[in-house]
């Protein structure tokens, strides 16, 4: 046991030393970082911050209500005749003009002049958000609230117990980031997996660590080295990603009453392990099996297609997360963790379907990490010949 530990602390440590793996892991968040950073200052330089301006001939609007609002993020400026109100939007003093006729709200219809171009949402927003905030002063504080709240739908799935809501938008936005996340983990796990099998079969090293430990142990311990890898570099990006959305927070009202998914990022994490491991285990015996790093790669290529199969029929599962291809994709080992990452935020799993999709996905990553031992070792008697894929079977059933 304590040569599968070192191998794993030797296969860590080798792999986030590496430059590349520095470059690659700062990378993709200091990119992003700098995309989103770009596309707000781009953003707010465009934004016109001239106030709003608006002439009330109802004589009802009290502008006061809309000065004491917390989010009052838009200047409205009032006029007392359309007349002087003009004058300002000529001058460039304003940026629109709203003017509400003296039988508003009957019909509802209000005038609006600019000069080139008309208010963004966000200012159109929010001088409906003031028109509305008066005409309720008067009713009751709770209707009044709910009034300005505007509806709330909440759907309630009696099968699984779960309630969706607009508050619950992070559900349908983190199955994404997962899916984004365990690509790059998958292409990287099995490239260097590849990679360091082959390398070190074509050096005759695994030959010198194979007199002190089993085959299991030096498969495993890569895997848990590799996996501690991974691991590192998914908490720089979940940490990256906390960060920023701290700091985007205070912007996003839906951040604002986001409700952190506990539940599904646990039964992703359940999930990931598994999954990772019957990468490794996969590609660990293409390693043993081809003759070169080059073949390996086309090889692996291929196979990585089976763990990203449901990207390209997203728009399958979106449409029916509970149809019959969504839950065999559920249960099949290499399509489990991004298909139930999915329709979890989609819609809803049954029980029995996670249980089963976990417990099948347990077995096969098992069962791939023995059997990559056992077809790496044949491949180490057999230096020098290729190895043939009904060889590895062979040795398979012989075990």
Known sequence: MNNF????????????????????????????????????????????????????????LDITLWQNQLDANVE?????????????????????????????????QTDLYFLEDPPNGDTWGAFDDFVRLNYVDTLDPALRQQLLDGPAIVV??????????????????LPFVATFIF??????????????????????????????????????????????????????????????LLVAKPFVLVLQTAVIPWV????????????????????VAIGSIVPNLQQGQQVAGLLNFLFILPIFLLAIIIENPSAPLAVAFTLFPTTAFLTVSLRWGLGSVPLWQLGASW????????????????????????????????????ALRNS
Request: proline share 4%.
């Open 5 to 60: 530990w070192l191998v794993a602390k030797h296969e860590y440590r080798r792999m986030v030393l590496r430059r590349a793996f520095v470059l690659t892991t700062l990378l993709i968040p200091v990119g992003m970082a700098a995309v989103i950073g770009l596309a707000i200052l781009v953003e707010a330089s465009g934004e016109d911050k001239r106030p709003l301006g608006y002439v009330d001939h109802t004589q009802q």
């Open 76 to 108: 409205l400026l009032p006029f007392p005749d359309e007349a002087a109100a003009q004058a300002a939007l000529a001058n460039g003093d304003i940026q629109a003009l709203f003017v509400l006729p003296a039988s508003y709200p009957n019909p509802r």
């Open 156 to 173: 309630n799935d009696l099968d699984s117990g779960r309630t969706f809501s607009s508050a619950s938008i992070i559900n349908i936005i």
């Open 183 to 244: 690509f790059i983990a998958t292409m990287s796990a099995s490239g260097y997996m590849i990679q360091v099998v082959a390398d070190e079969k074509e050096n005759r090293t695994m030959e010198i660590m194979l007199t002190s430990l089993s085959s299991f142990q030096l498969i495993g311990g890569k895997t848990i080295g590799l996996l501690g890898v991974a691991l590192t570099q998914l908490g720089i990006y979940g940490l990256t990603l906390v960060v920023g």
């Open 264 to 283: 599904y990022l646990g039964i992703m994490a359940l999930f990931f392990f598994p999954a990772f491991a019957l990468i490794a285990g996969i590609m």
């Open 359 to 394: 417990i099948i996905l347990v077995l096969t990553a098992v069962f791939a990490v023995w059997a990559a031992a056992r077809i790496f070792r044949i491949g180490m008697l057999q230096y020098g010949q290729p190895l043939s894929w009904k060889t590895a079977v062979a």
